[in-house]
């Protein structure tokens, strides 16, 4: 598969996008839940979008990399 600056640029606009969606949600997390179970839960939400923002991160880093060798 070859792809294209065009298809790189389309692909770090798309991550981009995940990155506002990932912290849209993190944003609207409550403070804290009244039990325990919801707790882990929240803080399990918590974790997953943290991950979610610093792996598309990543992925944004390799795509800018994959441009610059490019040129």
Do not use: C
Not at 4 to 30: C, M, S, V, Y
Not at 42 to 53: A, C, D, G, K, M
């Amino acid at each position: 598969m070859i792809l294209t600056r065009t298809d790189i640029e389309n692909d770090i606009e798309g991550f981009k996008i995940r990155i506002e969606q990932a912290k849209a949600k993190l944003a609207t997390l409550p403070e804290s839940a009244p039990t325990w179970a919801g707790q882990k839960k929240l803080r399990q939400q918590e974790r997953e979008l943290l991950s979610e923002i610093q792996h598309v991160e990543r992925l944004i880093e390799y795509a800018k990399e994959a441009l610059f060798n490019e040129s």
